[in-house]
């Protein structure tokens, strides 16, 4: 059985940390204020903001941006999940898909 007020705190550090992320691409004019945090085994292992400005890249949003810079020699990902500072729209949801990421939760679930 999941201890539900553990796994909340634990999630709410890793959101927390996502939603930085958006304020600081947007301090910097990186992109929209949009942020996340790639985790894996409780750390957090990579984390992004928006950069589709800086990149004039329409499709490097902070998950996706995350997801690339995660460094591995599988293409799957079975061990980490995703936490974003808002929902993700289908491009960022859709990299679940093939990289058989677990889980991708967002800011607005706590």
Known sequence: MIDRPAVQDRDHKF???A????YKGVECGDGGPFGAVVVQNDEIIMSCHNMVLKNTDPTAHAEVTAVREVRTSDFHFPLIYLLASVPCCVICAGV???????AIYDAWII
Do not use: F, G, K, Y
Request: aromatic share 0%; no cysteine.
């Open 15 to 17: 959101l927390t940390r």
């Open 19 to 22: 939603v930085e992320e958006a």
């Open 96 to 102: 679940q898909i093939p990289l058989v990421i677990p």
